[in-house]
């Protein structure tokens, strides 16, 4: 029977999957609340598409439990409800766009009437008589949505969307993403790309080496606060800083510093570096983005904006 579905559409605890002695994923406990869009937010091979196999039971956990929309994952009751684009879409070239979808409906016993009403959803009604291999990655991407949306799923899994595309490609689709989140239905979106993650998402979850690092509302995951300071001098302005918060919490930022520390501070340090002959031209609270708390949890670089 189901559960608890009607708030918790994935829910999954302690769930691990290896191959040989490495863990993928490692006792890894997501929750995936209805209407909200989700980011899984991780580097390359942090075992977040692992994950996504293994809630829609394409493959099995070693260990741990997930339940989707109230059941195990692969339920046939739980499939119908799900729309998924895993791994790039498979169509055949030579087919339009439109009888591409035909044949997915026909397969998963759907009325093909709603063939174009998913067209038209991803923005293709215009180019549904097209073949596929004459639609640009953006586009075949967009296909691949509307083959999950053939069901209208209440919740859509989304691994890495935004993969390969250029800028123009990119923004349609997080528009895309937007609009099936107010149309109701509930988002499951992979990416390495914090900044996608942080203008898309409600929650998150980071995950790095196949374990969870974090995962809460976007603004939480912020966290802390970061100061910019300009002084003159700025290398005394440094030094002293270094002694009052930390020599790991302050950094050189273009011609000014960066400290990472409770903003209720910044008066207190004002004080200070002027009390030193310290000349201070800027001291101001900066947002601290998601990116920095990602490169922060998984300890990775950066480049993949
Ligand atoms: N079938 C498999 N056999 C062996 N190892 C695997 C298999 N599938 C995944 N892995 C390993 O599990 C780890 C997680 O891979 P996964 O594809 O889930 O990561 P990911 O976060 O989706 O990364 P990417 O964004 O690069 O796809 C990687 O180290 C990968 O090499």
């Known amino acids: 029977m189901p559960d608890d579905s009607d708030e918790l559409l994935v829910r999954t605890t302690d769930l691990s999957k290896r191959y040989g002695g490495a863990a993928a994923v490692d006792r890894l406990d997501l929750t995936v609340r209805r209407g909200e869009i989700f980011g899984f937010l991780g580097p390359n091979g942090a075992g977040k598409t692992t994950t996504l196999r293994m809630l829609l039971g394409l493959i099995r956990p070693s260990s741990g439990t997930a339940r989707v929309l109230g059941r195990p994952p692969g339920h046939p009751a739980a499939l119908r409800a799900i729309g998924a684009l895993i791994e790039g879409p498979a169509f055949y070239p030579y087919l339009s766009g439109r009888d591409n979808l035909r044949l997915v409906a026909r397969y998963a016993g759907i009325r093909a009437g709603r063939t174009d009403a998913a067209l038209e959803t991803v923005g293709l009604a215009g180019r549904g008589g097209d073949a596929f291999a004459t639609y640009s990655l953006g586009m075949k991407q967009r296909l691949g949505v509307a083959a999950a ?95 009052l918060v930390g020599p790991d919490r302050v950094a050189l930022d273009g011609g000014g510093l960066r400290l990472r520390t409770d903003p209720a501070g910044a008066g207190p340090l004002n004080k200070e570096l002027v009390g030193a002959g310290i000349t201070v031209t800027e001291l101001c609270r900066e947002k601290r983005t998601l990116e920095d708390a990602f490169f922060e949890v998984t300890g990775t670089g950066g480049g993949n904006r």
Do not use: Y
């Open 149 to 243: 949306l053939l069901k209208d799923p209440e919740l859509v899994i989304l691994d890495e969307p935004t993969n390969g595309l250029d800028p123009g490609g990119m923004r349609d689709m997080r528009g895309l993403i937007r609009d099936l989140a107010d149309w109701g239905h509930t988002v499951l979106l992979s990416s390495h790309l914090m900044a996608e993650v942080e203008q898309l998402c409600d929650r998150v979850a980071v995950i790095s080496g196949g374990r969870l690092v974090a995962e809460g509302d976007v603004t939480e995951l912020r966290g802390e606060s970061v100061l910019r300071v300009r002084a003159d001098p700025l290398d005394r302005a440094r030094e002293l800083l270094e002694r």
